[in-house]
């Protein structure tokens, strides 16, 4: 796997999807990506067993993890009323990154979002349950800077004319 692909589809996220569905695993040994879902591998103290898990699944966990690290990062609005400086809290001498929230767009400068660019369209199934919600920890961030859970509710905030709801923005 490339990119970003190999942590979304990793045997730690198999083995919480597999405990939350009351699986007792002892080890997950091969987490396979097929075209809409994920083969996985795994041992139990009956044998070896495995099991389709779907897309959806690890990206749920994945996102889950990025909304958590988001909380470590401090936003501050630039000039520029649609760009965002976003830096880890614990290391404010980081130059940080540039988020740029638009009414119809969402981006970051760092490297996990441009591989999401690069690499997801590989992947046509994630591309295409992803598409509107390609999310970094820094763009949740700025989101939750302005009070939305998400990228669709951030989007339905937007009014006609490019301003933001007073609502969101306080």
Same mark, same amino acid.
């Given at each position: 796997?490339?990119?970003?692909?190999?942590?979304? *589809?990793?045997?730690?996220?198999?083995?919480? /999807?597999?405990?939350?569905?009351? /699986?007792? #695993?002892?080890k997950?040994?091969?987490?396979?990506v097929?075209?809409?879902? #994920?083969?996985?591998? *795994? %041992?139990?103290?009956?044998?070896?067993?495995?099991?389709?898990?779907?897309?959806?699944?690890?990206?749920?966990?994945?996102?889950?993890? %990025?909304?958590?690290?988001?909380?470590?990062y401090?936003?501050?609005?630039?000039?520029?009323?649609?760009?965002?400086?976003?830096?880890?809290?614990?290391?404010?001498?980081?130059?940080?990154?540039?988020?740029?929230?638009?009414?119809?767009?969402?981006?970051?400068?760092?490297?996990?979002?441009?591989?999401?660019?690069e *690499?997801?369209?590989?992947?046509?199934?994630?591309?295409?349950?992803?598409?509107?919600?390609?999310?970094?920890k820094h763009? *949740?961030?700025?989101?939750?800077?302005?009070?939305?859970?998400?990228?669709?509710?951030?989007?339905?905030?937007?009014?006609?004319?490019? %301003?933001?709801?007073?609502?969101?923005?306080?």
């Amino acid at each position: 796997m490339k990119g970003i692909l190999k942590y979304v *589809y990793t045997a730690s996220r198999a083995l919480a /999807i597999l405990v939350a569905q009351g /699986i007792e #695993v002892l080890k997950v040994m091969e987490v396979k990506v097929m075209t809409c879902c #994920v083969w996985v591998k *795994y %041992r139990t103290v009956k044998g070896i067993c495995s099991l389709f898990v779907s897309v959806r699944a690890f990206l749920k966990l994945a996102m889950g993890v %990025r909304k958590e690290r988001a909380s470590e990062y401090v936003v501050t609005q630039r000039s520029n009323p649609a760009q965002f400086n976003v830096v880890n809290s614990r290391d404010i001498t980081e130059a940080g990154y540039l988020v740029i929230a638009t009414p119809d767009l969402v981006t970051c400068s760092c490297k996990d979002f441009q591989e999401m660019a690069e *690499y997801l369209p590989q992947h046509p199934y994630l591309w295409r349950v992803m598409k509107s919600t390609r999310c970094c920890k820094h763009i *949740y961030a700025t989101l939750s800077t302005l009070a939305c859970g998400s990228l669709n509710e951030y989007f339905k905030n937007w009014q006609v004319g490019g %301003r933001f709801h007073e609502v969101a923005a306080a």
